[in-house]
Structure formats: C-alpha cells, structure tokens
C-alpha cells in the first residue's frame, strides 16, 4: 500500500504532536503508558505548592500534584497522581515538605505499615513539615529576643555610667589612660631592651648553671664545712667561757688594784711615779754615779792599790 505525499506528512505531524505531548507529560512526572491512580489530599495551607510539584516516597518521585483547588469548606484540596507501580498503604500521610532552601514544595508520602491498600480517589491524611528557614527561625527567634534584651541592658548600664560620670571623672579617666598607654611604651621600650640584652642575660644564666652545678659538685664538701662548723659551735658551747671571762674579771680586777697601788704615794713604786723630789734625787744619784765610774776608768790608780814584790807604791 502506497501512501501519498500528503498523508506521510500528515502522519508525521501526527506523530510529532504525539511526541510532543508525551515529552511535555513526561517531563510534568506523569506516565501517560503506564497509568496513574489520583489521590485527594486537604491542607489549611499549601504554602507555595505548585501544580507538576513532585510526589515522592523516600526521594523517590513516584507521582505529581495534578490539581489544587479551594473547596467548600475553607481547606485546599490537592489531587497527586501516584503511578499504578506504587501502592499507598491506607494510614498513609502526605507531608508537605521544602526541597532547598529557596523553598520549593514537595508532598513526601509516609507510607505506613498496613497491609490494607488505599482505594483510587481515597483521601489520604495531609501534614506540613517545617522547612530549614523555619527551623532555623525556630532556633534564632530565642536567641534574637536574648540579644534584644542584652543590647537593652547594656544600653542602660552605658546610660547609667554615663550618668555617673561628671566631667571631672571623665577627664581623670582619660589621663589614666593616658599614663596606661605610657606605661605601655614603656613596657615596650624596656622589652626592646632586654631582646637587646638577651645575650648578657644569657651569659648571666649559664654563669649562674656553672655555679650551682659547682655546688652539686661540691656538695660533699660543703656538708663536711658545715659538720666542722656545728663541731665547733658545740665545742664552744661545751667550753667554760663562764668560768674564763670570770678569771678575765678577776685579773682585771687585780690588775687595777696594782694601778691603784702605783698612782697611791704609799709605796716605793708610787712615790717613784708621782714625787718628783725622789725622782730627781735618783736622778742626781745615777748622774753623780756615772761621772764616778767615768773617773775609775780614767783613773783606775787613784782608786786601786796594787803590791807586787812587796813593793809599796807611793
């Protein structure tokens, strides 16, 4: 059988459109060969839920949102077409969930345990899942009343130092703040010295190691110095110095008696000291004496008679 030109066309035409809607279904999530089963679902509000929004079970799309009404009774009637493949347990519930955090609406189906299978055109239980904005503004509302009720503290404590502080008291502050910066630069200035220094310092601690590992060498010695000093410390305990400084006494007492005995004009020696009429006759007496014996031994004959052979000398 031979076709003409213009009915080839037309059955490409035909096909082509046929193509074209099966694409634009396929696209939407629908199975135009493999059929789908439509469910009814009610929300008070469907917060942005669009026609052709995906119908998921565990991520899985399995169907699409075909309608979404307003129905008599103030509730929003959603109609998702689910594929034949998936059967929907009776219990079941459509939760109306966010994809991303721009907010896209998806319906996650939970399905449940029963063995019962929810009838076509059944109406299964709908439930609204916060999404991540409105669990983070669950989680931040807490914590911007907190921050509002501490900025208003803190805004009445500066109110309030603000008060308190009169003019007077707000310069001091500034002076001091003043003399805390140059207590820094010299905080600062004294660090730069000792970097500078660090190399004396360094010098004086390792001196310092050398002389405590001589004491550590040298330990042994040290005790025996200190055993010999608290040996003589306790011979000097034992010692009678008692009895020693008491004989000091005693000759410093007998000692004085003769000082006094000397400066007395009693006795010889007294008189020696303190006449000076004895003193110059005994100071005649050995003048006188030495010019005697000055003579005797210039003239030993005038003193010394001599017989020998019994001659006389005249």
Do not use: C, W
């Amino acid at each position: 059988m031979k076709f003409s030109k213009e009915a080839r066309i037309g059955l490409l035409v035909a096909a082509s459109i046929l193509i074209f809607f099966a694409g634009f279904y396929f696209l939407k999530g629908a199975n135009i060969f493999s059929g789908e089963n439509e469910y009814y679902v009610y929300y008070d509000n469907v917060q942005g839920l669009q026609p052709s929004s995906p119908v998921q079970v565990k991520g899985l799309a399995v169907g699409r949102v075909s309608e979404i009404k307003l129905n008599g009774g103030g509730k929003v009637q959603v109609t998702i077409a689910v594929n034949k493949r998936t059967k929907i347990p009776v219990g079941s519930v459509a939760k109306l969930t966010s994809t991303d955090l721009l907010g896209t609406k998806a319906i996650s189906l939970e399905l449940s345990n029963n063995e019962q299978i929810a009838e076509e055109e059944s109406i299964i239980v709908g439930d609204v899942e916060g999404g991540i904005i409105d669990a983070l503004s669950v989680e931040i509302t807490p914590l911007l009343r907190d921050m509002r009720h501490a900025v208003g503290t803190l805004d009445s404590v500066l109110l309030s130092v603000n008060g308190v502080l009169d003019a007077e008291s707000k310069e001091n502050l500034r002076s001091s703040i003043a003399n805390l910066d140059v207590t820094m630069d010299n905080f600062s200035q004294l660090s730069s010295r000792l970097n500078a220094e660090s190399t004396q310092l360094q010098g004086v601690i390792r001196n310092a190691n050398s002389i405590t590992s001589n004491l550590a060498s040298n330990n042994e010695r040290i005790t025996n110095i200190i055993n010999n000093a608290s040996t003589i410390t306790d011979q000097l305990n034992q010692a009678q110095i008692d009895k020693t400084m008491n004989e000091f006494r005693l000759a410093a007492n007998q000692l004085n008696d003769v000082l006094a005995k000397v400066n007395g004009k009693d006795g010889s020696l007294g008189l020696l000291v303190n006449d000076p009429a004895m003193y110059n006759n005994l100071n005649s007496s050995l003048h006188t004496l030495n010019s005697l014996m000055a003579d005797i031994e210039a003239h030993p004959t005038r003193y010394i008679n001599l017989t020998i052979f019994g001659r006389k000398k005249q």
